[in-house]
T-cell receptor, first 116, second 115 residues
């Protein structure tokens, strides 16, 4: 079965520190990869996504992620975090299996706390 | 478009009562998803529909949970009878086909508390 692992449950950083959140998935076929963000008390919003092409994907608010197929990874990065980046981050993987059916899996999420 | 609309935003009920959560997806989206989020279990996919047809309900916890999508613009998630362990935030999301986009757009959620 498809699975998504997010290595860190809770990450605490000071403002201006660099961020990297790990995401690994297990699925042998073609996948679409997503990072969603959930700010405190809000719903999930798309941060960035990878479908095909350049494996380095740039998203909103200065975030980027790199798809490394050989490592089944899609890590999220930001060179300099801000207090407003405090949120929970979810990695998600979808794989289409035809006839309207596809597998969809979210990771458990990583809470990011940025200290001013 | 107003985005995915969910109602109610908050629901407090007593154990044993029936709870109905409602969702209006973004117009034109042909996939609709129901999720449950708790501190203990994180974000769980309960069920999803494609063109109003349930495709995968393997995430539905038990028979007390049921979901319907009578038309392209409306879906319900019903819990009958409700139990305290059902307390969670329930999100609805919609998307185009994964072959064209697949980005899910989430509603604001319904915060359910079962006493």
């Amino acid at each position: 079965a498809q699975s998504v692992s997010q290595h860190n449950h809770h990450v605490i950083l000071s403002e201006a520190a660099s961020l990297e959140l790990g995401c690994n998935y297990s699925y042998g076929g073609t996948v679409n990869l997503f990072w969603y963000v959930q700010y405190p008390g809000q719903h999930l919003q798309l941060l960035l996504k990878y479908f095909s092409g350049d494996p380095l994907v740039k998203g909103i608010k200065g975030f980027e992620a790199e798809f490394i197929k050989s490592k089944f990874s899609f890590n999220l990065r930001k060179p300099s975090v801000q207090w407003s980046d405090t949120a929970e981050y979810f990695c998600a993987v979808t794989a289409y299996s035809g006839a309207g059916s596809y597998q969809l899996t979210f990771g458990k999420g990583t809470k990011l706390s940025v200290i001013p | 478009d107003a985005g995915v609309i969910q109602s109610p935003r908050h629901e407090v009920t007593e154990m044993g009562q029936e709870v109905t959560l409602r969702c209006k997806p973004i117009s034109g989206h042909d996939y609709l998803f129901w999720y449950r989020q708790t501190m203990m279990r994180g974000l769980e996919l309960l069920i999803y529909f494609n063109n109003n047809v349930p495709i995968d309900d393997s995430g539905m916890p038990e028979d007390r949970f049921s979901a319907k999508m009578p038309n392209a613009s409306f879906s319900t998630l019903k819990i009958q009878p409700s139990e305290p362990r059902d307390s969670a935030v329930y999100f609805c999301a919609s998307s185009f086909s994964p072959t064209s986009s697949g980005t899910q757009y989430f509603g604001p959620g319904t915060r359910l508390l079962v006493l």
